[in-house]
C-alpha cells in the first residue's frame, strides 16, 4: 500500500484531474441520484470508494476527502491523524517520528500539491474530523455540496438582479424573484 500511496503523490497532478471529472460526472447525474436516492446509494458507492481509495491513496474513509487538498496523500494516513500539517517530530529526509521507516504524510503532501494546479488548496486550514461521518462517501458527499453550492450561486445571482432591476420582473419575472408580482389593472385576484 504505502508504494502505491507514494506513487498517486508523484502523479498527483492526474490524479487531479480524474477527481475533478468524477465530481463534473456525480454533478451532472444530480437529478438522477436524487431521484434514486442518496440514501440508498451511500452502501454501494462507499463499497467502490473504500476499495478504489483504499488501493491508490491507502484511504482510511474518514468520509471527510481532503485528498485534492492534500497532494493526494490522505492526512487520516499520520499516526496522530494531523490534518493541518506536520507535528514538530519530523525527522531527518522528511521521515516520521512516530513510524521512521515511513515518510511524513504532510512531506509528502506538500510534495504531491506542488505537482498539482489547485496545488494551494494545501494552505487551506480544515477543521477538525467528523468521526460521525466514518465510512461513508465523500465522493456523495462533495458532489452534492457542490450542486448546493452551484443552485446557491445562481439564486445569488438572479437576486442581485433582482435588487438592482426590479423593474426586470415586469419583462422577466423568471429572472428578478424577489420582486413583487405586478397585478394588470381589472385582473381577478
Known sequence: MYALRRFAV????????????????????????????????????????RVTKGLLFDCKMCGQCVLSSTGMSCPMNCPKQLRNGPCGGVRPGGFCEVKP???C????AWDGASRMKHGDK???????????????????????????????????????????????????????????ETRKEGAAR
Open 105 to 108: 504524510v504532510w512531506v509528502e
Open 10 to 49: 508523484r502523479r498527483s497532478r492526474q490524479f487531479e484531474w480524474v477527481y475533478q471529472r468524477l465530481e463534473s460526472l456525480l454533478v451532472s447525474l444530480d437529478p438522477l441520484l436524487s431521484k434514486l436516492g442518496y440514501a440508498r446509494l451511500e452502501r454501494p458507492v462507499a463499497a467502490v470508494e
Open 122 to 180: 494545501i494552505g487551506v486550514v480544515l477543521p477538525p474530523v467528523d468521526r460521525r461521518l466514518e465510512g461513508s462517501s465523500a465522493w456523495l458527499r462533495a458532489s452534492r455540496e457542490r450542486v448546493q453550492q452551484l443552485t446557491e450561486g445562481t439564486e445569488a445571482n438572479r437576486t442581485a438582479l433582482a435588487r438592482t432591476y426590479p423593474e426586470a420582473r415586469a419583462s422577466a419575472p423568471t429572472s428578478a424573484p424577489l420582486t413583487e
Open 101 to 103: 521507516d515511513m515518510r
